[in-house]
């Protein structure tokens, strides 16, 4: 008789060692199966520059071609008055493919068209308008030329759910000065971002994008460095998936007290060195705005 209340006893403890097993086994495997991506693509500030609010003040660039050219960057300062006085006033982050093609987006104050203007390996200069699509926004923030050269992307002010996909102009053969840039298709994003100022490709389906988030209720922080793992490359008429990910804060330093503006971004394949535009409030735009460098790891 002893015996069966000493089996009742063993019977919970049992159940409570093989609950604890089945739990730590299905920890195990989570932690196994989770993507190991967020903190493998850790971005370490290495150094900053001051950035000069006239010409440095919206987006930055590294030209492969010709060898040994310095970084373009462009500001209010930058935009050539003979485009300026078309109404073409803000140029935004530029980009420039591997073999020489430098392209900055423009926009106007109101209208129905943005402008891309592009520079060959050789020196010439080009313009190339797109008019807006149903639904799209006026401003021309960016852009960022696809590794294979023939696609460009661009975004949108404000919360979006998707970047556009153009043919580069200069480039690709189905773009002409002489006719509208039409969009080609779009990345759809898995959830919104806000404010992006500038993105650019570190390889063929990945791009890096500085944000302007003032609000942080997207991913819990203001200002991210947001990582887009996209399904495909971009090109042609068929969409593809984006994968927002956000990676860190954008640094905010400065002696003076307010609202920092995160501007444009660059990744040089050939150093691995991201750099990141980030405005300082108030006076201290003029003091102390900084370029930021950053290496992976």
Partial sequence: MPLRPARRRRRPVRAARAALVALATATVTALGAAPPAAAADTWTEVGSDRADPLTESQGLTSVEVPVDSANRYTGIGTIPIGVSVRGW????????????????????????????????????????????????????????????????????????????????????????PSANLPQASTVRLDRAVRDVQGCDFTGPTTLLCSSDDPAGTLFGIT?????????????????????????????????????????????????????????????????????YRFTQG
């Fill in 89 to 176: 006033n803000h140029v935004g982050d530029p980009d420039a493919s591997y073999d020489g093609y430098y392209i900055e987006p423009y926009q106007r104050d109101s209208g129905t068209s943005k402008m891309f203007r592009v520079r060959t390996p050789g020196g010439a200069w080009s313009e190339y308008v797109h008019a807006l699509g149903s639904g799209e926004a006026l401003n021309n923030s960016w852009v960022a030329i696809t590794p294979g050269g023939q696609w460009m992307l661009s975004g949108e002010w404000g919360t979006m759910t998707r970047l556009l996909v153009f043919p580069t102009p200069g480039v690709n053969p189905g773009t002409s």
């Fill in 223 to 291: 200002k991210p460095l947001l990582r887009i793992d996209l399904s495909a490359e971009p090109g042609g008429t068929a969409d593809v998936a984006g994968r927002v990910t956000a990676l860190r804060q954008l640094p905010l330093r400065s002696s003076c007290s307010g609202t920092f503006e995160t501007e444009g971004i660059d990744y040089d394949r050939r150093t691995g060195t991201l750099r990141v535009i980030v405005l300082s409030p108030g006076f201290c735009v003029l003091t102390d705005s900084k370029t």
